[in-house]
């Protein structure tokens, strides 16, 4: 971007942004598995009551929970990117995500339903949140190796004890089980999700030209009157927050954090104060958008939404890094 | 330029070590406005350390960094940043980041939370980086500047803060020679608007016409301090760089080259 | 008359020599893949690598026989007794091999192929079973019957699930039932026309309403099942699972409104053992109450 970030551009990118996301939305309204359409709820239709379900109790939930998903994942994968001082830093990085399908699968060898995985999960996420910030918590180096690696440690950690909870597993568990490794938005619920994709933007929206200094250089960022201890609690603790509860909600969705932070920052530029609210929007978006393509495609057979993100997005980013990495 | 209230900044009995390495031992001084000086030693003396402490990025050891008497970590950060501007000597962005965007990040400290830069902002931004000859590079990315460009651009940044206290690690080092003189004159300008500056360097000749007081570390926790006629003698740098150091006079003033 | 004597004798002895064969000499049968398997006597030491096959060697007598299971051989109790040479999906060959078998009985479709070509290398026999309708089911058992020479018992086993699986023809006339059968709840998984479960539906006269589906066990979404509107929403565990309980936030689904979500007995439905009968039995029962 040549000109700097105003107010202005930063209005018309989210508008723009919020445009296409509401055609999305609309998009998942119409279309699903069935053939049933919003606006068979008007003309008398015999199955009205049959289309209100679908629409309203099946497709809006769904919707609603995909967009504050994906919001939450490209938002924590923006802050784990500035925090790492990484570009390759994605929301599962430090482990969070390891944490909570550890805690699921736990829970469901232990016998509990399918349905009451939330807590188990949040609470494996904030564990391992809390492990690693006590261990590398202190590592003031510019680099933040010491985080970097002890949360790749922990994540390789709970992968391994994923694979031995998914070994022990009865065959019946196995199906559930795969559910945390490849993510689902079905009966997912939006609303803690959508409440927390809010407030933790809320909370982080007004440092954003702080975190634009964090994400030059700690040093000039002290030197410019941030105090980039403080911003590193703040910055580590929402970006597990949120992607704890992105898990907690639909398990763990693949390349959303990864992809959407840094297309963004192809498409816009580094300007934290629009990649922030642009990849909480857009995230949600792609995550509806591949959603959508998931349930649809082969309906009423439905594909695990983790592997249209990777299949459509992984090309879609590649393309979009050699065609805009050439003009820098 | 804008008007400023002028600010001292005093080092008390300031002690930094490495490990277990002593650098620096009980050092005292005073920068007052109008003040430049020339800070030199050998590699790993302790120099950016020195300055890092200054700026209240790294504690001392023992001793005290005080801003207008009162202890530097007392100073709520943004009147510290508004009185004390820090060019680090390494400072390298992960992502791409534009020319004009890093200058007015200089900035930062005169913008309220709900701010954003105004028009001022980006033409003082513009005539910091046309001082240091950068006019026209506003939209690059730093990326792909030379290093002597970028660190003109981290010193342009620096002096768009407006800070009265200026404390530069190696802001002329990965620079050409007219790209040398250049930025020296732009610091001279800069002292003589009654900025106090502390710069790093490896060129003792840069004290010309430039600097008033030298700062010389040995690296073991000596130091010598004072104003430049009395510290920057062949005799002192020989035993700084412990490598014979002659003085070569010309236009009565002091050139000191390696015997 | 002596000479008589003598002669009745002779034909006697050698009648009960060719009688006894079958147990004292070499036995033979082919498994589902086709392989002709001979032993030189029957086994007597036997690993089975699945549930069903577990039970299906206890049906007819042959649970003694067992050396080896793998876990969750859990039926009957006397099972739980045999030494674990791992899971079905992944077991120790070293132990396997330790134990000294005379006979390995696999599941072609739940046992890993890459362990299987192993156990081919080791030169124990290997009896794949590869059951895919019920009617596959006792014919597994009389061939393992051959193969550990329990024949009688294991026809008599056989002749007892076909007869359970024959009296319940007569549903398959009754008026068709749509059932949505739930193999796990998150994500929604359902069967298709070819797994086995939909051939005891076929049976019962229920139409699995995702029959058509590709995939043996499909994922569908809520929408998907909405819409099937089936009469009735059946899964297979523990009594008391909460595994159907997110259908109740559907009142208008028939199988809702006719209160007609049912819970299956756990493994009876699932395992491709004798129990099958068992389980459609219960199958059928449920889905003819769902008919009324």
């Known amino acids: 971007m040549t000109a700097p970030l105003t107010r202005a551009r930063l209005a018309l990118t989210l508008i723009a942004i919020a445009a296409l996301t509401l055609c999305a939305v609309v998009a998942s309204l119409c279309i699903g598995s069935t053939s049933y359409r919003p606006w068979q709820l008007w003309d008398g239709n015999p199955d009205a009551a049959l289309v209100r379900d679908v629409v309203f109790s099946l497709r809006l939930p769904r919707t609603l929970a995909a967009l504050a998903v994906g919001g939450l994942l490209a938002f924590a994968g923006t802050l784990q990117q500035i925090l790492l001082r990484n570009p390759l830093a994605d929301p599962y990085v430090l482990g969070t995500a390891g944490g909570a399908s550890v805690a699921a699968l736990l829970a469901l060898l232990l016998g509990m339903g399918a349905g009451a995985l939330a807590l188990p999960a949040g609470i494996g996420a904030l564990l391992t949140t809390l492990i690693v910030f006590a261990l590398a918590g202190r590592d003031h180096s510019t680099r933040q190796t010491r985080l970097l690696l002890t949360g790749i440690a922990l994540a390789s950690f709970c992968g391994a004890l994923s694979s031995l909870l998914l070994s022990l597993a009865p065959d019946g568990l196995l199906r559930g089980m795969l559910f945390w490794l490849l993510g689902d938005l079905a009966g997912a619920h939006w609303r803690l999700a959508a409440i927390s994709l809010a407030l933790l933007l809320a909370l982080v929206w007004p440092f954003a030209r702080d975190l634009n200094l964090l994400s030059h250089g700690m040093q000039s960022a002290h030197a410019l009157g941030v105090d980039p201890r403080r911003l590193r609690w703040l910055l580590y603790l929402v970006a597990s927050a949120a992607t704890a509860v992105a898990v907690t909600t639909a398990g763990v969705i693949g390349f959303i954090g990864l992809i959407v932070p840094n297309a963004l920052r192809i498409a816009l530029g580094h300007d934290t104060r629009l990649l922030l609210p642009a990849s909480a929007l857009t995230g949600g978006a792609v995550l509806l958008i591949a959603d959508i393509v998931s349930r649809v495609i082969l309906a009423p057979q439905q594909l695990p939404v983790g592997v249209i993100t990777a299949l459509a997005g992984v090309p879609l980013f590649l393309w979009l890094l050699q065609h805009r990495g050439v003009q820098r | 330029m804008n008007p400023f209230v002028p600010h001292q900044l005093q080092a008390r009995g300031l002690t930094l070590r490495m490990g277990e390495r002593t650098l620096v031992e009980a050092l005292d001084l005073s920068i007052q406005p109008g003040e430049c000086w020339l800070v030199l030693g050998e590699n790993g003396c302790g120099k950016s350390t020195l300055l890092a402490t200054l700026a209240g990025w790294l504690k001392p050891a023992t001793g005290s960094v005080r801003l207008d008497n009162q202890a530097l970590g007392n100073w709520p950060p943004r009147q510290r940043t508004l009185a004390l501007a820090w060019l680090a000597q390494h400072d390298d962005s992960p992502f791409p980041l534009t020319v004009l965007e890093k200058t007015l990040t200089g900035r930062h400290p005169h913008l309220g939370r709900w701010d954003w830069e105004s028009a001022d902002d980006i033409a003082l931004a513009k005539q910091q980086l046309a001082r240091l000859d950068l006019a026209g590079l506003e939209a690059r990315d730093l990326a792909t500047l030379s290093g002597g460009e970028r660190r003109r651009v981290g010193l342009a940044a620096v002096l768009t803060q407006q800070a009265p206290l200026l404390l530069l690690d190696e802001p002329l080092s990965q620079l050409d020679l007219r790209h040398q003189q250049q930025t020296l004159a732009v610091l001279r300008e800069e002292r003589q608007a009654g900025r106090a500056l502390a710069v790093v360097s490896h060129d003792p000749n840069h004290a010309h016409d430039f600097a008033s007081h030298v700062l010389l570390l040995f690296g073991d926790g000596r130091w010598l301090a004072g104003p430049v006629a009395d510290v920057l003698t062949a005799e002192h740098l020989s035993a700084l760089y412990r490598y014979p150091v002659t003085a070569l006079q010309r236009d009565g003033m002091a050139w000191f080259v390696p015997a | ?292």
Not at chain 3, 79 to 95: C, K, M, Q, S, T
Not at chain 3, 172 to 199: A, E, G
Request: with cysteine; hydrophobic share 45%.
């Open chain 3, 1 to 292: 008359m002596r000479w008589l004597t003598r002669q009745r004798a002779l034909l006697l002895q050698l009648f009960l020599a060719l009688a006894s064969l079958p147990t004292q000499a070499a036995v033979t049968t082919q498994d589902d893949l086709g392989h002709t398997i001979t032993l030189p006597t029957p086994a007597q030491r036997i690993i089975s690598l699945a549930p069903h096959l577990t039970e299906d060697l206890f049906a007819i007598g042959a649970g003694g026989k067992i050396v080896g299971a793998v876990n969750y051989s859990d039926y009957p109790a006397a099972a739980n007794a045999i030494p674990r040479v791992g899971g079905y999906n992944g077991f120790d060959l070293e132990r396997i091999r330790a134990l000294k078998p005379d006979l390995i009985v696999a599941w072609k479709s739940g046992n890993p192929p890459r362990q299987l070509a192993q156990l081919d290398t080791l030169g124990i026999p290997v009896f794949y079973d590869d059951a895919r309708t019920l009617g596959d089911v006792p014919t597994v058992l009389e061939r393992l019957g051959m193969l550990t020479g329990n024949t009688v018992a294991a026809r008599a086993a056989a002749d007892t699930f076909r007869q359970r699986i024959m009296a319940l023809a007569k549903y398959s006339k009754r008026r068709p039932v749509r059932v949505f059968y739930q193999v796990w709840d998150r994500p929604l998984m359902t069967i298709n026309r070819q797994q086995i479960i939909s051939d005891a539906l076929f049976l019962c006269g229920a139409v699995n309403v995702f029959g058509d589906l590709p995939a043996l066990t499909p994922t569908v979404d809520d929408e998907a099942v909405l819409a099937a509107n089936p009469e009735m929403i059946a899964t297979s565990g523990d009594a008391g699972t909460q595994a159907l309980a997110h259908w109740q936030s559907w009142p208008n689904l028939a199988a809702v409104k006719n209160k007609q979500l049912v819970i299956l007995p756990r493994d009876v439905l699932v395992r491709m053992g004798p129990r099958l009968a068992e389980g459609t039995e219960a199958l059928c029962q449920a889905v003819d109450k769902a008919r009324q």
